[in-house]
């Protein structure tokens, strides 16, 4: 009776998907079962995982869920086919006899198309067949070492070649953002686009759930290669808090272990300046980072409130009655609703964990009081106009450059200290006059923003302001939650803290040099004149 097939294949790597490895192996699969006269009943797959450290052969693999099949009885009197003995084991001939041998007490027949060979389950296992499967494991596996030893050496070329200022190298899983034209490295316009609107939406408070949508709404097509595409999937959280955090948008090229070792590798998409804005926004919303709720009615003083008792921070309650309902007399149905309000006060006096600051203020007043008393005097005092704004982009940029440039060369000393070659002196040399002309380039552009800064600040600035105040309780869901995230990050910015005293009053503090006091009703007590 003819046996049902299965035929697994497997590839390690993006090159070989690239060559069709996985398509090759199929198609020689069905033809050799056409020869032996079995029916393929079913192709698996495990794409990108390798077979020299087992990873096919954990959970989630293919060839993990056929092991656990035929375990419990599901594929006795077939055959598993494959390439070679090394698609299913590269780390040496007892993992891989162990293997075969254990689909064979399943009932499980495996055969190689390569050379032709079958281990069945119903055989005692001839000295020949032990000594050719013990054979082909070595070499699979000595084989494998020796890719493995090879890749490594490749990349350590690569490494050092990047170190030493080489650009426009070939290498795998380059920046989505970036072509290839003529064998040079050039932004993609479009992409680059995408990618600053994603970092601008980000440092105005919009979450990254949100960004998701909005690049959904815009129908704006993913960049995953079509190769490595499953249907259309469209964007996901994962990868954009990957393009926020990643440094190769700086142009940086930086190992797994996290050592930069270019600066200047890949054409820069994203500006420094920008790029700080984007972390400092991370930073404060990191409690936030997996798992953001949809709430149009943002507390505009998330992450700023603390007690000045115990310096933990405020607990946010929006409490809202169900009510009462009862039947009047004319039959009428109506609710009466008792309580709809906002309450901040010290969590862990709330939670009665040291701490036993009592006061319990309306977090309506604190935003009246902020929003209406505060923000446009805070907006004007902090408010910069484009040149300052170019010159603190330029000092950004300079002193990250100065960074890499410093622990390059602290890098390079340390290989001078057991003897190094006159490239490597002359190197040093040059990485020295960088550094001492990007400490001259810091100090007259720090000198120019201080100037700049001096100077009366625009209107335009305001205006932004009052226009995003102007939105914050619109009627439209999208524009009041937009409108109120941009206006949360940009009072983090504006105001240090916003302490509530056990005497139930609250102090905003903008600085170490500046604060006001008010009484739970908004109303200013004292501080107003210390402000300069």
Same mark, same amino acid.
């Given at each position: ?127 020949? =067949? ?52 003529? #064998? ?26 949100? /960004? ?99 310096? #933990? ?42 701490? =036993? ?66 490239? /490597? ?16 380039? /810091? ?16 209107? =335009? ?42 005497? #139930? ?16 009703? #908004? ?10």
């Amino acid at each position: 009776m003819p046996a049902n097939a299965i035929v697994y294949a497997r590839f390690s790597s993006s090159e070989q998907s690239k060559g069709y490895s996985l398509e090759r192996q199929l198609t020689l699969g069905r033809e050799f079962a056409a020869e032996q006269g079995w029916t393929v009943e079913a192709t698996i797959t495990d794409e990108g995982r390798s077979a020299y450290h087992g990873n096919n052969r954990l959970e989630g693999s293919s060839l993990h869920q056929f092991e656990l099949e035929a375990r419990n009885g599901l594929h006795r009197g077939k055959v598993l086919l494959v390439e070679n003995v090394d698609r299913l084991s590269r780390q040496g001939p007892k993992a891989a006899a162990r293997l075969i041998w254990g689909l064979n007490e399943c009932g499980v027949d495996v055969a190689t198309f390569h050379d032709g060979r079958i281990y069945g389950a119903n055989e005692s296992g001839e000295l020949e =067949d032990v000594l050719l499967l013990m054979m082909s494991a070595i070499n699979a596996h000595q084989e494998s070492d020796k890719k493995s030893k090879r890749v490594t050496a490749s990349w350590r070329s690569r490494f050092d070649r990047i170190a030493t200022g080489a650009k426009n190298l070939p290498m795998p899983n380059q920046p989505l953002w970036l072509d290839r034209v003529d #064998g040079e490295l050039v932004l993609n316009d479009h992409r680059v686009r995408v990618l600053n609107d994603i970092y601008d939406l980000y440092i105005d408070g919009v979450g990254i759930h949100k /960004i998701v949508t909005i690049l959904h709404a815009r129908e704006e097509p993913s960049w995953t290669p079509p190769e490595q595409r499953r249907g259309n999937n469209g964007w996901f959280y994962s990868y954009i808090y990957r393009l926020l955090t990643k440094r190769t948008v700086l142009g940086e090229y930086v190992k797994h272990d996290g050592k930069t070792i270019s600066t200047d590798f890949w054409p820069q998409a994203i500006s420094t300046e920008k790029w700080n804005r984007a972390q400092a926004a991370l930073a404060m919303r990191k409690g936030n980072q997996k798992t953001e709720k949809i709430n149009l009615n943002r507390n505009l003083l998330q992450g700023i409130i603390v007690c000045e008792q115990c310096g #933990g921070g405020a607990h946010f309650r929006h409490q809202i009655d169900k009510g009462q309902t009862y039947r009047r007399k004319s039959g009428e149905l109506v609710t009466y609703k008792r309580n709809d309000h906002r309450r901040v006060r010290c969590d862990k006096a709330r939670r009665k964990h040291d701490c =036993d600051n009592g006061t319990i203020l309306s977090y309506d007043v604190l935003e009246w009081t902020v929003l209406e008393e505060m923000l446009p005097k805070l907006v004007e005092k902090r408010s910069d106009n484009p040149a300052a704004l170019e010159l603190r982009q330029r000092i950004a940029e300079l002193v990250r450059l100065r960074e890499a440039d410093q622990t390059r060369l602290s890098n390079l000393v340390d290989v001078l200290a057991d003897g190094g070659s006159k490239a /490597i002196v002359q190197r040093v040399g040059e990485l020295e006059a960088a550094i001492e002309r990007q400490d001259a380039e /810091i100090a007259a552009a720090q000198k120019a923003l201080a100037i700049e800064s001096a100077k009366p600040a625009s209107d =335009d600035d305001v205006a932004l302001i009052e226009s995003l105040r102007a939105e914050l309780n619109s009627p439209d869901d999208e524009i009041r939650s937009y409108a109120r995230g941009r206006v949360n990050m940009s009072l983090r910015r504006l105001i240090k803290r916003i302490a509530i005293t056990p005497t #139930g009053l609250f102090r905003v503090e903008p600085d170490d040099q500046s604060w006001w006091l008010f009484d739970d009703t #908004g109303k200013l007590l004292e501080g107003e004149a210390v402000i300069g």
